[in-house]
């Protein structure tokens, strides 16, 4: 779905920093989410926003963050709270925060540590 | 919690048999049920999905049944082709339907 853009494509952490992963979506949908995946672990949503200016946690919040200012975009970061950071990141969309809705992947970003 | 059971895990098969993957959830307030393919280093991408007033979906290969007594759901692949060959997984809207919850995967192998 070319129309969720994820950068960067691989990225890499210092101990004690913070990273921000980036969620572009040009397919004028409400709904945002990120989840973390992990070998054998299928997909964990980490937030979700059903609308501009609100965000809601999912079920592996601790150690990131996430803002929604504009609609087309959701930034994912992950702070030095988080002490497992290596995984792959995906961002999602749907067209409305309805649980019932398809969601539409990004590419992906590859998080690992120095 | 709300969860999401798949089996089995790893799948091979032959080209041209079928393969079917299960999966159970916890909520009987779930109402959507999508299964999405992945192909190694690459997104999820929807294949099919079916609701909660449906018991059966298919197109072409491939086909869900819905069982929402029993709580479960399967994707069924006829004909398998070595494209075929990827990580499968279901999703289950939550409770609040504000989301997917999704299984743990299944590892599709076609051998021709």
């Known amino acids: 779905d070319g129309g969720i853009t994820q950068s960067p494509k691989y990225l890499f952490r210092k101990e004690g920093q913070n990273v921000t992963l980036s969620c572009e979506q040009n397919l004028n949908h409400d709904a945002m989410y990120w989840y973390r995946q992990d070998p054998g672990q299928g997909l964990r949503l980490i937030y979700y926003s059903q609308i501009v200016n609100d965000f809601q946690k999912g079920d592996i919040a601790e150690g990131y963050s996430v803002s929604r200012e504009k609609k087309e975009s959701f930034p994912l970061t992950v702070t030095s709270a988080q002490k497992n950071p290596t995984a792959f990141y995906l961002c999602a969309s749907s067209i409305d925060g309805q649980g019932h809705q398809p969601q539409h992947f990004g590419d992906g970003t590859r998080l690992s540590i120095l | 919690g709300e969860n999401v059971e798949q089996h089995p895990s790893t799948l091979s098969v032959q080209e041209g048999d079928s393969a079917v993957i299960k999966c159970t959830y916890s909520?009987?307030?779930?109402?959507?049920f999508p299964w999405y393919k992945q192909e190694l280093g690459k997104r999820p991408q929807l294949i099919i999905d079916i609701r909660s007033n449906v018991g059966e979906k298919k197109d072409q290969r491939i086909a869900v049944t819905l069982n929402k007594t029993a709580k479960h759901f399967s994707l069924h692949i006829t004909e398998t082709q070595p494209e075929d060959s990827a990580v499968y997984f279901c999703a289950a809207s939550n409770q609040a339907g504000t989301a997917l919850i999704f299984g743990k995967g299944t590892t599709l192998s076609v051998s021709s």
């Open positions: 909520d009987s307030a779930s109402n959507y």
